[in-house]
């Protein structure tokens, strides 16, 4: 179980990476904070494409084939990264990034929980979890000591992975083992679809996104634009100051899922609304007062936000959803956490360029603390489970 995580970790590595080093690129080719968060976004739109397809073919066909061609993607993106020299390149190795990530959250934790069997499915949740926040992580620390060089060490890494996907116990489909007649439209549904759960689970995965979209999107928001902040409040551009900020962020989001693991799942979903709320008020307070310390505890707590919703959303499927569901089922999760996390943070780098970073940072700020805050109250008043149509 351990080793069918490491692909995700993997993937992951190299969906950060780049974060310490746009302020560099920004100097050497030219472009504003607004083309920046286009950079990242192109991210999104990559992984929100592969979501559409990656679930249910995985569901179909098995978790090797959708993970093996998103892992050659990786690596084309670190080849591109290796050598960029334009928007365009980088736009390019963004879109693969985003690709891979896609069939990574979907098949890849899906082949976790594959693995783990129905008797450890909670600590599945758990690890596949930790191994996201762990490599995007461990990426941009990577990077900040590393500069370019980070991408010859992660397409190592990658090689790894398709050696663990390769040699991965998992039947090649498990629709064809296990699915029910009630699960009959995912076999025999559209291959490209937005991704949806099995009736009865609409509540869960309603409860997990509202929680999950505010604290990815937090985090999202850090990355992109981070690396700006610190260059104003700091007068550094250091990827390796950068780099160990996202570093500690996603180092708190696996240590908060580890804490919190044994507590039940609207606990840590209501914990997690209550970080990001907080983090945010936080990320108002530290670009008004110009302060690092408070910029630090405004990404500790997004991290923290963003992991106890990754984990308390993942727990929530894998307890209902069935194994011939799973993969759809996480694509769908990570759709409505993406999809915030691509759309606001890029309105605040344009907002930025318009009206400064302080008021850009803040209403960023504000909007997603309200966003938080209602994901809380939805946990609050939600039952744990609502028998639905489809969602």
């Given at each position: 179980?351990?080793?069918?995580?490491?692909?995700?970790?993997?993937?992951?590595?190299?969906?950060?990476?780049?974060?310490?080093?746009?302020?560099?690129?920004?100097?050497?080719?030219?472009?504003?904070?607004?083309?920046?968060?286009?950079?990242?976004?192109?991210?999104?739109?990559?992984?929100?494409?592969?979501?559409?397809?990656?679930?249910?073919?995985?569901?179909?066909?098995?978790?090797?084939?959708?993970?093996?061609?998103?892992?050659?993607?990786?690596?084309?993106?670190?080849?591109?990264?290796?050598?960029?020299?334009?928007?365009?390149?980088?736009?390019?190795?963004?879109?693969?990034?985003?690709?891979?990530?896609?069939?990574?959250?979907?098949?890849?934790m899906a082949a976790v929980t594959d693995v783990a069997g129905p008797e450890r499915r909670r600590l599945a949740a758990l690890l596949a979890?930790?191994?996201?926040?762990?490599?995007?992580?461990?990426?941009?620390?990577?990077?900040?000591?590393?500069?370019?060089?980070?991408?010859?060490?992660?397409?190592?890494?990658?090689?790894?992975?398709?050696?663990?996907?390769?040699?991965?116990?998992?039947?090649?489909?498990?629709?064809?083992?296990?699915?029910?007649?009630?699960?009959?439209?995912?076999?025999?549904?559209?291959?490209?679809?937005?991704?949806?759960?099995?009736?009865?689970?609409?509540?869960?995965?309603?409860?997990?996104?509202?929680?999950?979209?505010?604290?990815?999107?937090?985090?999202?928001?850090?990355?992109?634009?981070?690396?700006?902040?610190?260059?104003?409040?700091?007068?550094?551009?250091?990827?390796?100051?950068?780099?160990?900020?996202?570093?500690?962020?996603?180092?708190?989001?696996?240590?908060?899922?580890?804490?919190?693991?044994?507590?039940?799942?609207?606990?840590?979903?209501?914990?997690?609304?209550?970080?990001?709320?907080?983090?945010?008020?936080?990320?108002?307070?530290?670009?008004?007062?110009?302060?690092?310390?408070?910029?630090?505890?405004?990404?500790?707590?997004?991290?923290?936000?963003?992991?106890?919703?990754?984990?308390?959303?993942?727990?929530?499927?894998?307890?209902?959803?069935?194994?011939?569901?799973?993969?759809?089922?996480?694509?769908?999760?990570?759709?409505?956490?993406?999809?915030?996390?691509?759309?606001?943070?890029?309105?605040?780098?344009?907002?930025?360029?318009?009206?400064?970073?302080?008021?850009?940072?803040?209403?960023?700020?504000?909007?997603?603390?309200?966003?938080?805050?209602?994901?809380?109250?939805?946990?609050?008043?939600?039952?744990?489970?609502?028998?639905?149509?489809?969602?």
């Amino acid at each position: 179980m351990w080793t069918a995580a490491w692909p995700v970790t993997a993937v992951f590595v190299l969906s950060n990476a780049a974060t310490p080093l746009y302020v560099r690129w920004q100097r050497e080719i030219g472009f504003s904070k607004g083309t920046l968060t286009v950079i990242f976004a192109c991210y999104i739109v990559g992984l929100l494409g592969s979501l559409l397809v990656s679930g249910v073919v995985s569901d179909r066909v098995g978790r090797k084939p959708v993970l093996l061609p998103a892992l050659g993607l990786a690596l084309a993106a670190c080849a591109i990264f290796a050598s960029a020299s334009s928007v365009a390149a980088l736009l390019v190795a963004r879109l693969f990034s985003g690709i891979a990530v896609g069939a990574v959250v979907s098949a890849g934790m899906a082949a976790v929980t594959d693995v783990a069997g129905p008797e450890r499915r909670r600590l599945a949740a758990l690890l596949a979890s930790c191994a996201m926040v762990f490599g995007a992580g461990l990426g941009p620390l990577l990077a900040g000591v590393l500069g370019e060089g980070v991408f010859v060490l992660e397409a190592v890494l990658l090689v790894a992975a398709v050696l663990v996907v390769a040699r991965m116990p998992v039947r090649r489909a498990v629709v064809a083992a296990e699915a029910a007649p009630v699960e009959g439209a995912s076999a025999n549904g559209a291959w490209v679809r937005i991704p949806g759960v099995p009736r009865g689970s609409g509540g869960e995965l309603l409860l997990g996104i509202a929680v999950f979209a505010p604290g990815i999107t937090a985090t999202s928001f850090v990355l992109s634009l981070g690396p700006s902040l610190l260059s104003g409040l700091l007068d550094t551009t250091s990827p390796v100051v950068a780099g160990a900020m996202a570093f500690v962020m996603f180092l708190t989001a696996t240590g908060a899922q580890f804490a919190v693991q044994r507590l039940a799942r609207r606990t840590i979903l209501l914990a997690g609304a209550v970080s990001t709320t907080i983090g945010m008020g936080a990320l108002i307070a530290a670009v008004h007062a110009s302060s690092v310390p408070l910029l630090v505890a405004a990404a500790l707590l997004a991290g923290a936000g963003q992991g106890m919703g990754q984990l308390g959303g993942l727990s929530l499927l894998n307890s209902g959803v069935p194994a011939s569901r799973l993969a759809e089922a996480n694509a769908a999760l990570n759709v409505g956490g993406y999809v915030p996390a691509g759309v606001l943070p890029v309105t605040a780098g344009y907002l930025s360029d318009a009206v400064g970073l302080t008021a850009g940072a803040t209403v960023f700020g504000a909007v997603l603390m309200a966003l938080a805050l209602i994901g809380g109250l939805v946990v609050l008043a939600g039952p744990p489970r609502v028998r639905g149509k489809e969602a």
